[in-house]
């Protein structure tokens, strides 16, 4: 059996990790959960999977997932701490699925020598990538990409060398607003934007979905997992979303990597070793899917996405920086404090702002940090001067 630990194991992604393991019964052992606060989610994953030991992020949440794990025999913590604990239990494969900045040092802590990373933590990649794979190759970790993109990617390439690889292209569904006008798309509701036509996800990856800014981030995470620049990126609007990603080579010879949209695909590759899991999705049918569509990005429809080919360019600090101006900027449309059009320019302004001041990447987790919340006072600043203070 191969042992393994959830971080985000409450989320969407838990939950395909969740529906994988249970598909393939005999070759799982799960060691820890982690959760953030929801102790009845966690529980109730915890003792499906019969996992050893279960944390929480929030301290407060403690007393609740006690009352909610007695009996069971599961080990159980809460606080920085307790998740530490559970990133250092001995496992083969971690799935690293925490959102948001908060997952950068679980993720970063769960290198260990041998181990398989499941990642599908962006920031970990965008905000610290050339320090994150640098340790991970330091260290002998494994890293394993879980989004569908990087994961289809992965697929086709099977080794081949890079050298012989002229672009690698990710395709996106285009969102909710794949076919609207600008006007429309700058003046559209919460409620429009959070309808993505595919998954369903948290509302910050579904706001960057509908922005295509989600597309730029995994272009960045792209350049640090496969090691490859920016002039051999690049993403196309596929809206059937049955082609991830695709590899060019040298010899003209372009090989795709297709599967239904379910995200228990990647993880089946992610968690085997080497034999095929059942994964629960069935192959796509191309008789049935009948036409399949590609276009080129609209970067004037959807500025944010060129905010991120342009940082990724800029390297340095310049990733970090986006990362955490367009985190300040979904949360404030989410919140009515901005209208969908101005979260680029928003994040735009910040970037500015910031660039002048942190321009190095970061060689650390602490640095990495430290530029994050140095950008999130600046984008704060932006919002109050444009008139959108906090709420």
Known sequence: MRRVTILGATGSIGRSARDVILSNPGRFAIEAVVGGRDAAALAAMARQLGARFAALADPAALPALREHLAGSGIACGAGESAVHDAVDRPCDVVVAGIS??????????????????????KETLVCAGAFFMAE??????????????HNAVSQALAGRSLADVTRITLTASGGPFRSWSKP??????????????????????????ASLMNKGLELIEAHHIFGIGPDRLGAVIHPQQIVHGLVSFSDGSVIAGMALPNMRVPFADCLSDGRRLVSGVA??????????????????RFPSLGLALAAMAAGGAA???LNAANEVAVAAFLGGRLRFGEMANVVAMTCDVVAKHCQDAP??????????????????D???????GSA
């Open 100 to 121: 948001g900045v908060a997952g950068l040092k679980p993720t970063v802590a769960a290198l260990k020598p041998g181990r398989r990373i499941a990642l599908a933590n």
């Open 136 to 149: 991970a190759r330091r260290i002998g970790a494994i890293i394993l990409p879980l989004d569908s993109e």
């Open 184 to 209: 429309e798309i700058d003046s559209a509701t919460c409620e429009q934007a959070l309808k993505h036509p595919n998954y369903a996800m948290g509302a910050k990856i579904t706001i960057d979905s």
């Open 283 to 300: 192959p796509a049918n191309l008789a049935s899917i009948g036409t399949m569509t590609f276009d080129e990005p609209d970067l004037a």
């Open 319 to 321: 990733c970090a920086i």
């Open 363 to 380: 060689s650390s987790v602490d640095e990495a940090l430290e530029i994050d919340h140095i950008t999130r006072s600046a984008a704060q």
């Open 382 to 388: 932006v919002l109050a001067c444009r008139g959108h």
